[in-house]
């Protein structure tokens, strides 16, 4: 150090030797001019003490700063009048440790980045290694089930076999019986052959006996017609004997008469005799002729008593041939039902030894198919394993869907993204433990662009060519957004943007998932218009959010009949923490009546309403309306006095709703703090990282293209309690509007909400006609 800066006397020491000095020459007058020594040293004292008092104070305010600094408010500033010499060396120590804290924090930042990829990796390989363990289960549990049914087939196809044998055995016996019965019938069949043979040869006596009858019974026949014609001519003599006895009793009768006259008579008597004479010769005629025909007739029955002998002789032959034709059959029925009888015999011995057989042959089979069907199993889970095996390998290599999370841990934007790369991983969590998306898990490669817009584009590229992620969840402000833009265009990859922003813009790389001014900013005016203000200072940070967004409200409250006299804007730069003169020239501007529209991003919200609470611009002088303000900065802000002020988002943290109640639960248990808080960006975060997975669900692919068309109309009931829509043709979401006011301890409660969700707008009517945004620069 140069000598003369040692040689100067730091303005810290003269403000305690200064007073010091001046109560010792109190004192010393004191003395002189007789005082007693007790008042002098009491005065001494009293200087001496207040000396130190004000050392303290000093002291403390500095202490203080750095205590904060020291315990991780990166948002401390240490006292603005400090001095030098060793205040100085405190004030630049302050800031060295903050300086050592902020890259302390950065590199721890870093390293739970790495180890949240490693952790969502590591979760991945556990999920594909889950499956695989689950696979394995599943082969071991089938090749053990199977072994246990194998075992069971083999134990009934052993008792099926000894059945089967035993059957088998049964079946010989019956068999070889069944041969000796056969043997019989084949016997039997043979005599009742012979007996046919001879039952024909007897029908075929019977038949020449029967021929021989009916000869015999002619000759019969012709014979006893022979007689009755002799017996017809017997009649004929027996008329002509009688003709003749007739005539001889007439002859007699007169011969008695002639008798009677005596002599006279003897010519009569002899004439009567002559004729009895005559009648004699013929009577002895008649009986000769009579004698012969007896003789005929005898001769006739003679042989028709030979022919009835010859027949009864061939009756009696038949008889004989029937009785043997009897016999004969009889015994050949006799054989016929020995034959049935066995062959009953046999058919019941093959019914009864068939069932069995069948059943053995059935039991057999069934064990055949079951040990073929369990084959067939083992093989099929043979082959699923060896499929599960590779497929592990490869999943274990590239199996995961992979995601980007996009988000500042780092840098001024930290307070701001930090919670979402967290929830993002929350839910990234809770999709793999409810069993991954597509079967798969899903892991995330962690970015940190450091609040550097520039290396979001250059980490988006990184995200797309070399982790080959599905989609990127991310960005906060729209100028880190447009320059990842053309990034996404180029390597077709898609966008969920979560941050409110100035809409005009359209693009089917990106999903807006935050509010457009139509959403946001509109509404916000016209609640405090509605509050009876009428002059508006517009603050922001200096990017086109800010300046399109306060161009659209410009035009607007013009329409509104507040012309530009009424209204101011200025916008800071990124990280701007120097806010006295600002808030000075805001106070003066808006008078009673007035009101701030902010649109301040990241660390900025916190110094500038930590210098309005410093400078007593309280809300009811002149009220807020944020537009980027939220939950996440509250913590910083939890000394400073913010009641009153306001916010205009689409989600509150206190909204009470159903859905809102669990999503802060799972937030909370998942971070482990019963305090920890949910704000817009988050329910964004999380409506469109909902609809992503939905849509890769529907689509069956993470492929842009078919997402994209996946995505359209489609909605999802959020934390807010709306359902919220998805426009195809915009790109953009349908949403509520909320205004929140700062209660008590800081605590945002909703105080307007719209009815139904507004449509985006995203091409506003109220931007200037000619297209060019007005730029004023920081003041």
Not at 373 to 393: C, E, G, H, K
Not at 524 to 529: F, G
Not at 647 to 660: C, F, G, I, K, R
Request: net charge negative.
């Amino acid at each position: 150090m140069p000598q003369h800066n040692r040689l100067r006397l730091p303005r810290p020491a003269l403000w305690i030797a200064i007073p010091v000095f001046g109560v010792a020459l109190i004192v010393a007058g004191l003395f002189s001019l007789g005082a007693s020594t007790f008042v002098a040293v009491g005065f001494g004292a009293f200087g001496a003490l207040a000396i130190g008092c004000f050392a303290e104070y000093r002291l403390h305010h500095i202490t203080a700063s750095i205590s904060k600094i020291a315990s991780g408010d990166r948002y401390t500033s240490l006292p603005q009048v400090v001095g030098d010499g060793a205040l100085q060396s405190f004030n630049a120590t302050a800031e060295s440790i903050r300086s050592a804290l902020i890259a302390a924090d950065t590199l721890a930042v870093d390293q739970r980045r790495r180890e949240t990829e490693a952790r969502l990796h590591h979760a991945g390989r556990v999920f594909f290694t889950g499956n695989f363990r689950r696979a394995i289960d599943d082969v071991v549990n089938a090749f053990t089930s199977a072994g246990e049914r194998i075992r069971g087939t083999a134990v009934d196809l052993t008792q099926s076999n000894r059945l089967m044998a035993k059957q088998v055995a049964q079946s010989s016996d019956t068999a070889a019986q069944a041969a000796e019965d056969v043997a019989g019938v084949a016997a039997a069949a043979r005599d009742v052959q012979t007996l046919a043979v001879t039952s024909g040869r007897h029908v075929e006596e019977a038949r020449a006996a029967t021929k021989r009858t009916v000869t015999e019974l002619a000759r019969a026949d012709e014979t006893m017609r022979n007689l009755g014609a002799v017996a017809g001519r017997i009649e004929q003599v027996i008329k002509l004997i009688q003709s003749i006895a007739g005539q001889t009793s007439l002859l007699a009768l007169n011969a008695t008469i002639e008798a009677a006259r005596a002599g006279e008579a003897g010519r009569g008597f002899a004439v009567v005799a002559a004729e009895v004479k005559e009648l004699s010769r013929r009577t002895e005629l008649a009986t000769k002729e009579i004698s012969d025909q007896i003789h005929g007739i005898q001769d006739a029955v003679n042989e028709t008593a030979e022919a009835i002998a010859a027949v009864d002789r061939s009756v009696a032959d038949m008889g004989t041939v029937n009785e043997n034709i009897t016999r004969l059959m009889e015994q050949q029925i006799e054989q016929l039902d020995v034959i049935g009888t066995e062959a009953m015999k046999v058919a019941a011995a093959v019914s009864e030894t068939l069932p069995g057989i069948r059943a053995v042959v059935t039991d057999v089979t069934m064990a055949g198919d079951a040990v073929l069907s369990t084959a067939d199993d083992l093989i099929a889970s043979a082959q699923s394993l060896t499929a599960s095996v590779t497929r592990y390998f490869s999943d274990l290599d590239h199996g995961s869907i992979k995601v980007g999370i996009l988000h500042s841990l780092s840098g001024t934007l930290t307070a701001s993204e930090r919670p979402l790369q967290q929830l993002l991983v929350m839910l990234i969590e809770q999709l793999n433990q409810a069993g991954g998306l597509l079967g798969r898990p899903v892991e995330a490669a962690i970015m940190d662009p450091r609040s550097d817009n520039d290396a979001y584009a250059a980490q988006a590229e990184t995200l797309l060519r070399e982790h080959k992620v599905a989609a990127i969840f991310g960005c906060w402000s729209s100028a880190s957004r447009k320059r990842v833009l053309p990034i996404l265009s180029q390597q077709d990859g898609l966008l969920f943007y979560p941050s409110q922003y100035e809409g005009q813009e359209q693009s089917s790389h990106i999903v807006y998932t935050g509010a457009t001014p139509a959403q946001q900013a509109l509404p916000a005016v016209d609640h405090l218009i509605g509050m009876g203000r009428r002059r508006f200072f517009l603050i922001g940070t200096d990017y086109i959010y800010p300046r399109t967004t306060n161009a659209i409200i410009r035009n607007y409250l013009q329409s509104k009949g507040i012309g530009p006299d009424a209204v101011d804007e200025l916008y800071v730069p990124f990280g701007e923490r120097a806010f006295s003169e600002t808030v000075l020239r805001i106070s003066r501007f808006a008078g009673r009546n007035g009101a701030v529209v902010a649109t301040l991003s990241g660390d900025s919200n916190v110094h500038f309403f930590r210098e309005r609470a410093r400078q007593g611009l309280d809300a009811d002088i002149l009220p807020v309306m944020s537009l980027s303000l939220g939950e996440a900065e509250l913590p910083a802000l939890a000394e400073r006095r913010l009641i009153g002020h306001m916010v205009a988002w689409s989600y509150l943290h206190t909204l009470d709703t159903p859905e809102n109640h669990a999503f802060v639960a799972e937030w909370r248990d998942f971070v482990g703090d019963p305090t920890a808080t949910t704000n817009d960006p988050m329910e964004a975060t999380w409506i469109g990282f909902k609809l992503w997975t939905q849509a890769v669900a529907a689509a069956g692919t993470t492929e842009t293209q078919a997402v994209r068309r996946a995505l359209a109309g489609r909605s999802i009931r959020a934390p807010s309690g709306f359902d919220v829509r998805f426009d195809a043709e915009t790109q953009h979401l349908h949403k509520p509007a909320i205004i929140g006011r700062f209660g008590a301890h800081n605590i945002i409660q909703p105080v307007w909400m719209s009815d139904d969700v507004i449509a985006p707008e995203p091409w506003s009517r109220w931007r200037p006609q000619n297209g060019e945004v007005p730029l004023r620069k920081a003041g």
